[in-house]
């Protein structure tokens, strides 16, 4: 299928590891003008070299902080000026799970907790805030909030907030941007194979006493298929999701987990 994406602009937060940077691989892949947003110059740098040998792409680099407010609109001059437009944005820039603090008693840590909710939640709002304008001018445009499935799970009280939150945006979104032809959904992925997962099981497998062996069958076993679901599965559903062919999709989450959770939701 042609996701008819050639020649679209997509701009990619988060992009310079994990499931943001599988993202940006598979939309220059179907031939998007790419920009990709990262705060580290040095992983830009090697994120864009990965991706033109991949794919060919030369794309435009972006050092950005969406815990800011300047930093994001500096960000979206930037990209709207280098292209002329923004067809597609993809928010996914987020602190890891694993540094947000305990919410038990004297582990918590209130500023800890909302420095990660300002980079996921409101991180989010800034991108939206400042590109609406440029894809009104362009008659229309997809945006594509990744959240993640600890929205249906309990385990992370922040992940479970921070995700919740995109939830209940996207669809608010949904509606108040649908009449300037802007559509906003979302992906929920689950437990996801990236880059760093092997250094995360070594890690566990010297810290818990348990074998490697061990701990990937744990993982497998998050959902029915028994297989870890891998970030350019993931990305191939974002790629969809930014296709016009996905049009009748808007205001909601796609769950691209393997089927984990045993919970229905209708």
């Given at each position: 299928?042609?996701l008819?994406?050639?020649?679209?602009?997509?701009?990619?937060?988060?992009?310079?590891?994990?499931?943001?940077?599988a993202i940006?691989?598979?939309?220059?892949?179907?031939?998007?003008?790419?920009?990709?947003?990262?705060?580290s110059?040095d992983?830009?740098?090697?994120?864009?070299?990965?991706?033109f040998?991949?794919?060919?792409?030369?794309?435009?680099?972006v050092v950005a902080?969406?815990?800011?407010?300047e930093?994001?609109?500096n960000?979206?001059d930037?990209?709207a000026t280098?292209?002329g437009?923004?067809?597609?944005?993809?928010?996914c820039?987020?602190?890891?799970?694993?540094?947000?603090?305990v919410?038990?008693?004297?582990?918590f840590?209130?500023?800890?907790?909302l420095?990660?909710i300002?980079?996921k939640?409101?991180?989010?709002?800034?991108?939206?805030?400042?590109?609406?304008?440029v894809?009104?001018?362009?008659?229309?445009?997809?945006?594509?909030?990744i959240?993640?499935?600890?929205?249906?799970?309990?385990?992370?009280?922040?992940?479970?907030?921070r995700?919740?939150?995109?939830?209940?945006?996207?669809?608010?979104?949904?509606?108040?941007?649908?009449?300037?032809?802007?559509?906003?959904?979302g992906?929920?992925?689950g437990?996801?194979?990236?880059?760093?997962?092997?250094?995360?099981?070594l890690?566990?497998?010297?810290?818990?006493?348990?074998?490697?062996?061990?701990?990937?069958?744990?993982m497998?076993?998050?959902?029915?298929l028994?297989?870890?679901i891998d970030?350019?599965?993931?990305a191939?559903?974002?790629?969809?999701?930014?296709s016009?062919?996905?049009?009748?999709?808007?205001?909601?989450?796609?769950?691209?987990?393997?089927?984990?959770?045993?919970?229905?939701?209708?």
């Amino acid at each position: 299928m042609d996701l008819e994406l050639k020649g679209k602009t997509a701009l990619v937060t988060g992009s310079t590891r994990g499931i943001g940077k599988a993202i940006s691989m598979v939309l220059s892949n179907e031939g998007a003008n790419l920009a990709i947003v990262g705060r580290s110059r040095d992983r830009l740098n090697r994120s864009a070299k990965d991706i033109f040998a991949k794919t060919g792409t030369k794309v435009f680099k972006v050092v950005a902080d969406t815990g800011e407010d300047e930093s994001v609109e500096n960000m979206i001059d930037s990209v709207a000026t280098n292209f002329g437009k923004i067809d597609i944005l993809v928010n996914c820039a987020a602190t890891p799970l694993s540094q947000v603090p305990v919410v038990t008693g004297e582990h918590f840590n209130n500023q800890l907790f909302l420095d990660d909710i300002n980079v996921k939640v409101m991180g989010y709002i800034r991108c939206i805030k400042s590109i609406v304008p440029v894809m009104k001018k362009n008659n229309g445009g997809r945006i594509i909030n990744i959240a993640g499935l600890a929205s249906r799970n309990v385990g992370s009280m922040v992940g479970s907030i921070r995700n919740s939150a995109l939830v209940s945006i996207t669809k608010n979104l949904s509606y108040e941007l649908g009449n300037y032809g802007i559509s906003v959904c979302g992906v929920h992925p689950g437990y996801t194979r990236t880059e760093s997962t092997e250094e995360k099981i070594l890690n566990r497998s010297k810290n818990e006493g348990v074998s490697k062996d061990q701990i990937v069958s744990e993982m497998r076993s998050t959902n029915p298929l028994g297989k870890i679901i891998d970030a350019y599965e993931v990305a191939n559903v974002v790629a969809f999701l930014c296709s016009s062919k996905a049009i009748a999709i808007n205001g909601d989450f796609i769950s691209a987990g393997g089927g984990e959770g045993k919970s229905i939701y209708y």
